[in-house]
């Protein structure tokens, strides 16, 4: 069984975390949080001890490993913008680190990363769930099966509706979260390049803080993408079920049915970090560079 801290605790997806530790027998010792509303500790660990200062937690992990408790893994679920600081805490104290996406905002970020991987001699690990989706594993399979010259035509819609909260959050501080195209698109961005390949051009037709779209060419594939937290983007029909949050992927005007199968990816994904077979800096860099890129390029007039 591995000892495991959580920088994060009371966020949106610590929940799905914690519940990828108890899946995967693992035990959580202590939990981060400057918020306390963490009940949701009770459901999982309730004997975790918790703080709201980062110093006693410092302190704690500490003792844990004078005493030779050491905790294994720290996972963290904090604010982008915090990642590249508590990956960096984890390495040092001696532990792997498991973040959730995005790694960091900045490309050049990575590269300190590396480097104290190496000093340490511990691992960054990250969350790109959606490879290990059995629906798109089904479609890399078939790209990767198809003709060398054969290029896809690719569209990629995403809503996810967000209430007024959103915009007065961290989400809503680009220099924070990264904008839209980081926080909420940036997994759909990597299973992209996964499936059709790396970055040949890239072009954006709008982004605000609320929606985002444009084109990219990849080596297998023309993407067209649209992003949004806005729920007049979403289709009628689908409001009149009474969902908000709407997603659909084509390709050559097939639909891509992956709307299922998401409850266990961060089970899967914990499983196959505490195997080895991880997702790191190398793997997480190609999206991060993409949605870095959208952030700061110039619009182009849409065709």
């Known amino acids: 069984m591995k000892n495991f801290a959580l920088i994060g605790a009371a966020g949106f997806i610590a929940p799905r975390h914690l519940k990828a530790l108890k899946d995967t027998g693992s035990n959580l010792v202590a939990a981060l949080d400057k918020h306390d509303n963490v009940g949701v500790l009770d459901s999982y660990f309730p004997n975790a001890d918790f703080f709201t200062e980062f110093e006693r937690f410092d302190r704690h992990l500490d003792k844990l490993k004078r005493k030779g408790e050491k905790v294994d893994y720290i996972t963290i679920c904090s604010p982008n913008y915090l990642h590249d600081s508590h990956i960096r805490f984890a390495l040092r104290y ?13 490309p050049w970020n990575l590269d300190a990363l590396e480097e104290i991987e190496k000093e340490t001699g511990n691992k960054v690990n990250t969350i790109l769930q959606l490879r290990l989706h059995p629906s798109i594993i089904a479609l890399r399979e078939r790209v990767l099966n198809s003709p060398k010259d054969k290029v896809f035509d690719v569209d990629l819609k995403y809503m996810t509706s967000r209430g007024h909260w959103y ?6 501080d680009i ?3 990264g904008g839209i195209a980081t926080n909420i698109g940036i997994h759909f961005f990597d299973m992209l390049m996964w499936i059709f390949g790396s970055v040949k051009s890239n072009e954006v037709y709008s982004l605000t803080p609320s929606q985002g779209s444009g084109y990219i060419t990849l080596e297998k594939a023309r993407v067209n993408w649209f992003l949004s937290i806005d729920y007049e983007d979403i289709p009628a029909e689908v409001k009149a079920q009474g969902k908000r949050t709407f997603r659909t992927l084509s390709m050559e005007g097939e639909e891509i049915e992956f709307s299922d199968g998401f409850t ?9 970090i505490l195997k080895g077979n991880a997702f790191g800096l190398r793997e997480a860099k190609p999206s991060i560079e993409l949605a870095y890129d959208i952030r700061n390029k110039a619009l182009t007039k849409k065709p």
């Open 264 to 272: 266990d990816l961060h089970t899967k994904s914990y499983a196959e």
């Open 175 to 177: 220099s924070k979260s």
């Open 167 to 172: 915009q007065s959050s961290w989400k809503g």
């Open 94 to 106: 001696g532990a792997n680190a498991i973040c959730e996406k995005p790694l960091v905002l900045n």
